[in-house]
């Protein structure tokens, strides 16, 4: 009796035993990490399978962040090409896609936390991105991502959905980013050549936006731009050479916005963007518009393509930063012998008219150009050498703009000159007026062209003095 006694005893023992051990079985079974363990001593990164499933047998990719939401599908089953539901047709990048794809399926663990009591204390109960990927026979798997790790910026804390098992891993930036992260950045690229067409051809530019003044319209004329708007006048082409090379190509930074409505177009600033611009090249016309975000970025977008952008201000300062002074030719004017049959010249209460006669140099002279021997003649039929007088000329043309202004010239001038030329009997008509001691405002033909500075005006009086003490003698 107390043999048998001893002996239930004893089984009932055992059983509980091994009853125990069953739960305790179980228990590691549910909280014991992956196959492939990271010691929580290493620090060597390790790609670690959390689905017990093939990438192949992805349905959808969903992240929740504080951006938002969107959802990532292949484009058919089985098939490592992807699409973002959020932004319809849109061009993607998809190498981006799909590198987002692989980090939440297999993600890249750099150092195992153990189990934890309080997710919260690593930023897992109100997770920063929640990614939820759907498989095809139904099930899914839900991955929490935390507060960054305090060991590397680019790491953060990471567990399942369900199980407190804390790991510290890498984690890609557009899990917290919007869709429109995922935008395409190339904003304009040239469209192909026509067949025997060497290089880019560009076509007419418009600059306008709050920050223009005025509108600003360029068109190309035998290979060169002229400004038709707000003035007409040459431009400084090395600048509107500046501004198409990067009118080629323009890459963004990042995307962070698509489909904007009204109200995001305004916080964006793009609602009255600060400059836009509308350009030909090879045939195709692209319209940007741009807004500063700081002193480095501006917000960008393209017409007919709703997202917002965010590029560097050095790849687009050139066009958002332009002005008709910048973009004009700085030539106050241009002269030679042939464009001044008869000149008046008046300054300094003097006034002197000359006329200027021509004769062909047959020893210089070739088929395709003519060269001439000038005589220039005063009012009483006095004359002079013709180098005296282009001496004048070549001081006059190298008058350069030192800047703009939106001021009109007050009183009378202090220089004029009246001119027109062989080819040409069209008069024309520049006028100088002292704006301070340090600068001048020029006047062509009654439009204002800018400002000279004084220094530089000194050695035009100069020779026109000169000029006017020979025939005074």
């Known amino acids: 009796m107390n043999y048998e006694t001893n002996q239930r005893k004893s089984l009932f023992i055992i059983g509980g035993v091994i009853a125990l051990l069953g739960i305790a079985v179980v228990v590691l079974i549910l909280t014991r990490p992956p196959k492939e363990e990271l010691s929580a001593a290493s620090e060597k990164p390790v790609t670690v399978d959390l689905t017990n499933h093939k990438i192949g047998e992805l349905s959808s990719l969903t992240v929740e962040n504080e951006e938002g939401r969107y959802t990532i599908k292949p484009t058919e089953p089985g098939v490592e090409s992807y699409y973002v539901e959020e932004l319809k047709d849109l061009p993607i990048d998809h190498e981006a896609v799909k590198y987002v794809v692989q980090g939440a399926f297999d993600p890249v663990m750099t150092k195992e936390?153990?189990?934890a009591e309080n997710l919260g204390e690593y930023g897992l109960e109100d997770p920063s991105a929640t990614i939820t990927l759907q498989f095809q026979d139904g099930s899914s798997v839900v991955c929490l991502l935390g507060d960054p790790a305090p060991s590397d910026e680019d790491t953060r804390y990471f567990c399942l959905q369900g199980a407190g098992y804390v790991y510290i891993a890498s984690s890609n930036?557009?899990?917290?980013?919007?869709?429109?992260?995922?935008?395409?950045?190339?904003?304009?690229?040239?469209?192909?050549?026509?067949?025997?067409?060497?290089?880019?051809v560009f076509g007419e530019i418009q600059l306008w936006g709050a920050s223009f003044p005025e509108k600003i319209?360029?068109?190309?004329?035998?290979?060169?731009?002229?400004?038709?708007?707000?003035?007409?006048?040459?431009?400084?082409n090395s600048m509107v050479n500046y501004m198409t090379v990067a009118l080629k190509s323009v890459t963004a930074q990042s995307a962070v916005s698509a489909f904007p409505n009204e109200e995001t177009l305004k916080k964006y600033g793009l609602l009255e963007p600060q400059a836009a611009i509308t350009y030909t090249i090879n045939g195709e016309t692209v319209t940007l518009y741009a807004s500063k975000k700081d002193d480095s970025t501006v917000y960008l977008m393209r017409e007919g393509r709703p997202v917002v952008y965010e590029v560097s201000n050095e790849d687009v300062e050139m066009w958002t930063g332009a002005s008709r002074y910048l973009l004009r030719d700085k030539t106050v004017v241009a002269l030679t012998a042939a464009d001044t049959a008869q000149v008046t010249?008046?300054?300094?209460?003097?006034?002197?008219?000359?006329?200027?006669?021509?004769?062909?140099?047959?020893?210089r002279s070739t088929e395709s150009t003519d060269y001439y021997i000038y005589t220039v003649?005063?009012?009483?039929?006095?004359?002079?050498?013709?180098?005296?007088?282009?001496?004048?000329l070549e001081k006059l043309s190298a008058l350069r703009l030192s800047g703009d202004t939106g001021d009109v010239p007050q009183g009378n001038p202090v220089f004029t000159l009246r001119y027109q030329g062989f080819n040409s009997t069209a008069e024309h008509t520049l006028e100088l007026f002292q704006k301070d001691e340090s600068q001048l405002?020029?006047?062509?033909?009654?439009?204002?062209?800018?400002?000279i500075r004084s220094a530089d005006y000194q050695g035009v009086v100069q020779e026109a003095e000169k000029l006017m003490g020979l025939f005074a003698q």
Do not use: W
């Open 173 to 200: 930036s557009h899990f917290f980013r919007p869709a429109a992260s995922f935008a395409d950045l190339t904003v304009a690229q040239a469209p192909k050549r026509e067949s025997g067409q060497e290089e880019d």
């Open 441 to 451: 405002f020029a006047v062509q033909d009654g439009t204002p062209l800018g400002l």
């Open 345 to 363: 010249i008046q300054t300094g209460g003097q006034s002197l008219s000359l006329a200027l006669t021509r004769k062909k140099d047959e020893e």
């Open 377 to 392: 003649t005063g009012p009483e039929g006095q004359t002079v050498l013709y180098d005296r007088y282009s001496r004048f």
């Open 113 to 115: 936390v153990g189990m």
């Open 217 to 236: 319209l360029l068109q190309p004329l035998n290979g060169v731009y002229q400004m038709i708007q707000p003035i007409a006048t040459a431009c400084d």
